[in-house]
């Protein structure tokens, strides 16, 4: 059976269209490089693109069309954590302070948001936690194509800046092929310290 796409009864739960209601989700908590990025996002309900889904479910070309379609038709906010941030809180902490200035950076204030996990951020606002929400909510799937397509520049950038790693290919995961180009170059600035591969081979003894 496939898979439903995402809806709108979260949002109409949490008091749309009486209520502003925002979907948040982070890209790139897993990688050994580059910042975690947050996106929150409030649809117009009545110019939603669709097709909209978890960002997981989607090639690159797919969303980055849907992220133009929604920076033309919803109002975006975005937020990021810096590798500094990273390895300074931890990647939980960062995650959340991503998301908090996400919701933060959008032009209008949300009077509810929609979070993917199961944790809150703080926040100005009252929040529920949707696990999985990327695949339920679409205004959470809206915010997971807005963090990986911008995540996924960022990389692409920072593969400019640190030429060798292979970041443009892998944004920062942990691949056999960024594996070999760890082991070859060692780890650059935008490398996370405080992740195990790279806090190991930093401190090799330790």
């Given at each position: 059976m496939k898979n439903p796409l995402p809806d709108f009864r979260f949002e109409l739960e949490a008091g749309h269209p009486r209520?502003?209601?925002?979907g948040v989700d982070e890209a790139g908590r897993g990688p050994w490089a580059g910042p975690v990025?947050?996106?929150?996002v409030i649809l117009d309900a009545a110019r939603i693109p669709p097709g909209l889904n978890d960002?997981?479910?989607l090639d690159a070309a797919r969303r980055e069309d849907l992220f133009a379609q929604l920076q033309k038709s919803a109002a975006i906010g975005i937020?990021?954590?810096s590798v500094a941030e990273i390895d300074r809180l931890n990647i939980l902490k960062a995650t959340m302070l991503a998301m908090s200035r996400a919701v933060a950076a959008l032009g209008t204030a949300p009077h509810f948001a929609l979070i993917d996990g199961n944790r809150l951020p703080d926040l100005a606002c009252p929040a529920r936690a949707i696990v999985k929400g990327d695949a339920l909510s679409l205004s959470v799937a809206a915010a997971s194509i807005a963090a990986k397509t911008v995540r996924d520049r960022t990389m692409c950038d920072l593969a400019r800046a640190h030429p060798g790693y292979g970041f443009e290919r892998h944004k920062g995961y942990g691949t056999a092929a960024h594996q070999a180009a760890l082991s070859s170059l060692g780890p650059c600035a935008a490398h996370r310290s405080s992740f195990a591969p790279i806090r190991k081979m930093l401190s090799p003894a330790a």
């Open positions: 209520l502003i209601v925002c990025v947050a996106a929150a960002s997981k479910k937020g990021e954590a």
